[in-house]
């Protein structure tokens, strides 16, 4: 067995003064020779976790004993920075650009803790010096390639296009390959900067010209290393999966091939997770959730199994989709086309006219899709009531409509349980036919989305509270209450506005959205509303349920996105598991406590990576869209506020820019962060979060993915 975390360091605190090499340790300790390396394993984990130091000489000392901490630098693009602690429940330690030690954005680092003092005691707020770079983050650029301006024949330069990355790439005429001056390339990091000394690198591939067609994902595709290739092993073993259903492998199901079920979906998808059938019962209703059945697929083990665990999930950019399963798979035998049969596994729910679940099943399945529907042709028969659609899909639209009587119960009794509905606009990106972008719009969000939503949430949870009782290692998704300080911040923030919530530890859901709802169709709404959300902490996977604080749900899981997601694949493991009362794919509690942490915080940070790549390629389609409307002026809404100027986002546009402080030349502004606004000190001008202003397109910079406004009069 492992030496307890918490034991070892407890053990080291009463009986070691100064740090030690792991044989003095285990002299120290009393340990075995056969313990040794279960001390070196649990060492690596503390070091990891930012509780033990490893020095230069390969000695181990506690953290707080030598003023040090372990943590990820996060850059900013002005030079200075800040390091997130390994440790829990400690702030964040700014760290001058002059303190970086060359650390380059998300390098993991050893940083020392300068004492506190004064002012910064009292708030809390921590400084820092980087005394060592423990891991790089990166080993390749992405960027565009410049030459040098005084000896263009000798070196060129690769300049990022992640602008958190501050240091330029240094390429020797020799190791430029076929680039030309503008290109955007991809470039291996051959040494990193020391000293002063620039990082130096060699380019590995021209990736295109800027303005290029689909160049936007192309970059960010290179830049987070995103897999668009499955691996041999993969390919082959997806091409040998039989893309019918055999007879005998339906057998063995329940056979709900003559039950009405749909898909309900974008246009433009072409993976279908997930099926829906309906019926009303005296007592309420009868929802059956069908999800493609992936774990009979891609089993432990296997070259399919591996990939879409490195993947983690697809990643969807604005022109194409960049899948966690093979085709063959993700839009063959495992999606629920329309009239072929399909294996499913199926929650089986009967639900009260109030919303709560009176009984239900979970179990395999045969069915077979009677059509495939978009938001859009649903949105036309139960919203818009258009005769020809409905006469279009006889025998539907009761469904439909029975559907939406029933999302409506589930949303009521979400609301009354205190669950939060943040209904901001989101963008979506219009291409021409060459790629390119043309436009871009409000993302419609009708009620066929909602009734998706509502169906798929009460799943989720129905999965995950079948199996939390069954006290078996899990994988659930939480989201964890907001940070105490943030939470104190939120009271003070919402108190100057006239609402009131509960202080810290007795801050409920139930209470923001209350706070939503006081808010709605006044001009404080997205004021608040975007305070509210950055108060939230992100939502993640993990073994220990801790609840899902926006959901206001006790626990909750992700059971139904197995074709794109690889946690929703795990707990269709388990489900399956339980179903067959024995372990056919490896799923006993003794395997699941050994993988699943290490399952849910890689999937966790590869979603992260989803959501970041597909940020920054909407972001440069953004500066693509704007680059052509230097000088016009537009309405916008203050979006953030900080001590270098307002963050405004351009009305229905969705674009943000940034009105730097230097142009408010009317007087000295100084930040009022707990007011998040602006304060001019002569004229007491304020410009607060969430004030509409009027604002001048000065400037669209695609190398820091930028754009600069300036104030004009209304």
């Given at each position: 067995m492992p030496i307890p975390s918490k034991q070892l360091i407890s053990r080291i605190k009463a009986k070691i003064g100064r740090p030690m090499l792991i044989k003095e340790l285990i002299r120290q300790l009393k340990l075995t020779a056969a313990e040794r390396p279960l001390l070196k394993r649990t060492l690596s984990e503390l070091v990891l976790a930012g509780e033990i130091i490893k020095t230069r000489g390969n000695r181990y000392g506690l953290a707080e004993k030598m003023d040090l901490e372990t943590g990820t630098f996060q850059a900013h693009p002005s030079g200075f920075g800040f390091v997130i602690p390994d440790k829990k429940n400690v702030s964040d330690i700014y760290i001058s650009a002059r303190s970086r030690l060359d650390a380059m954005d998300r390098d993991r680092v050893v940083v020392r803790v300068s004492e506190q003092r004064g002012r910064k005691k009292a708030t809390g707020k921590r400084e820092g010096t980087v005394v060592r770079i423990l891991q790089r983050a990166h080993v390749k650029m992405v960027g565009t390639y410049e030459l040098s301006e005084t000896q263009p024949a000798e070196f060129g330069f690769v300049v990022s296009s992640n602008p958190r990355i501050t240091q330029d790439l240094f390429i020797s005429h020799e190791n430029r390959g076929a680039a030309q001056h503008g290109d955007i390339v991809s470039a291996e990091i051959v040494s990193y900067p020391m000293r002063g000394r620039p990082p130096q690198g060699r380019i590995t591939r021209v990736i295109g010209k800027p303005g290029q067609a689909g160049i936007e994902a192309e970059l960010i595709i290179d830049e987070y290393d995103l897999p668009t290739d499955f691996s041999t092993g993969a390919t082959e073993e997806a091409s040998n999966i039989p893309q019918e259903v055999p007879s005998a492998m339906g057998r063995a199901r329940r056979d709900l091939r003559n039950l009405p079920s749909v898909t309900i979906d974008g246009e433009t998808a072409k993976d279908f997770d997930d099926a829906i059938s309906i019926e009303r019962l005296k007592s309420g209703y009868r929802l059956w959730v069908h999800i493609a059945d992936v774990a009979q697929y891609v089993r432990e083990g296997t070259f399919l199994d591996d990939e879409a665990y490195q993947r983690g999930t697809s990643v969807y950019l604005p022109d194409r989709a960049i899948p966690m399963l093979p085709t063959p798979l993700s839009n063959g035998i495992c999606s629920l086309n329309p009239g072929v049969d399909r294996l499913t596994l199926t929650v089986e729910m009967s639900i009260g006219k109030n919303g709560s679940i009176l009984n239900y099943d979970i179990y395999e399945s045969l069915i077979k899709s009677k059509k495939r529907m978009t938001y859009t042709e649903v949105r036309e028969i139960i919203v818009d009531k258009d005769p020809v659609r409905r006469k279009g899909n006889p025998g539907l639209v009761e469904l439909f409509e029975l559907m939406e009587e029933l999302m409506e119960v589930l949303r009521a009794r979400r609301a009354k349980r205190g669950s939060?509905?943040?209904?901001?606009?989101?963008?979506?990106?219009?291409?021409?036919?060459?790629?390119?972008?043309?436009?871009?719009?409000?993302?419609?969000?009708?009620?066929?989305?909602?009734?998706?939503?509502?169906?798929?949430?009460?799943?989720?949870?129905?999965?995950?509270?079948?199996?939390?009782?069954?006290?078996?290692?899990?994988?659930?998704?939480?989201?964890?209450?907001?940070?105490?300080?943030?939470?104190?911040?939120?009271?003070?923030?919402?108190?100057?506005?006239?609402?009131?919530?509960?202080?810290?530890?007795?801050?409920?859901?139930?209470?923001?959205?209350?706070?939503?709802?006081?808010?709605?169709?006044?001009?404080?709404?997205?004021?608040?509303?975007?305070?509210?959300?950055?108060?939230m902490k992100q939502a993640r996977y993990a073994t220990e349920n801790l609840g899902h604080f926006?959901?206001?749900?006790?626990?909750?899981?992700?059971?139904?996105?197995?074709?794109?997601?690889?946690?929703?694949?795990?707990?269709?493991?388990?489900?399956?598991?339980?179903?067959?009362?024995?372990?056919?794919?490896?799923?006993?509690?003794?395997?699941?406590?050994?993988?699943?942490?290490?399952?849910?915080?890689?999937?966790?940070?590869?979603?992260?990576?989803?959501?970041?790549?597909?940020?920054?390629?909407?972001t440069m389609l953004?500066?693509?869209?704007?680059?052509?409307?230097?000088?016009?002026?537009?309405?916008g809404i203050i979006t953030g506020v900080t001590q270098f100027g307002l963050f405004v986002q351009l009305s229905g546009l969705f674009v943000e820019g940034l009105v730097h402080i230097s142009t408010l030349a009317d007087d000295y502004y100084h930040l009022i962060e707990k007011k998040h606004c602006l304060l001019g000190e002569r004229t007491k001008r304020v410009f607060r979060l969430g004030d509409t202003v009027r604002v001048s397109i000065d400037r669209v910079d695609r190398e820091r993915k930028r754009i600069d406004f300036s104030l004009v009069k209304k």
């Open positions: 939060i509905d943040f209904d901001l606009p989101e963008p979506q990106i219009v291409l021409d036919l060459q790629g390119r972008i043309s436009d871009i719009i409000r993302a419609e969000r009708n009620k066929a989305h909602q009734i998706v939503e509502e169906f798929m949430l009460v799943a989720n949870e129905t999965v995950a509270g079948h199996i939390e009782k069954k006290n078996i290692p899990f994988l659930y998704r939480i989201h964890e209450e907001p940070d105490e300080d943030k939470a104190a911040e939120l009271v003070d923030f919402l108190s100057a506005l006239g609402v009131q919530i509960p202080p810290g530890k007795g801050l409920k859901p139930a209470h923001l959205r209350k706070v939503i709802a006081q808010v709605k169709d006044t001009p404080e709404e997205a004021l608040v509303n975007t305070v509210l959300l950055r108060s926006g959901l206001a749900a006790k626990t909750y899981t992700h059971f139904t996105s197995p074709i794109r997601r690889y946690p929703d694949l795990i707990v269709h493991r388990i489900v399956k598991s339980g179903l067959h009362k024995k372990t056919k794919s490896g799923m006993d509690a003794e395997h699941l406590a050994e993988v699943l942490p290490g399952i849910t915080a890689h999937c966790s940070q590869r979603e992260r990576t989803a959501m970041e790549a597909e940020r920054d390629v909407i953004k500066l693509q869209f704007m680059k052509d409307k230097l000088g016009k002026t537009y309405d």
